[in-house]
């Protein structure tokens, strides 16, 4: 039989505002941010927004 090593495998995750707030509850935030990334590029509109929320997590993630 064949075994999959499921831990291994990069599974895709929702790009959500929601999703990443969650990720942020949970204190996940280097995932978080690239969430956070990915919606910038997603919403070009709200790049300015999401920026803002990127350089806070950078410091969580300085400090931690």
Do not use: C, G, W
Not at 23 to 43: D, M, N, P, W
Request: a neutral charge.
């Amino acid at each position: 039989t064949i075994q999959i090593d499921y831990a291994a495998q990069k599974f895709d995750y929702p790009v959500s505002e929601t999703f990443a707030k969650i990720l942020i509850k949970q204190e996940k935030y280097t995932l978080a941010l690239e969430v956070f990334e990915q919606l910038s590029l997603k919403f070009p509109e709200k790049k300015t927004y999401f920026a803002t929320l990127i350089n806070e997590l950078n410091k969580i993630i300085t400090n931690t």
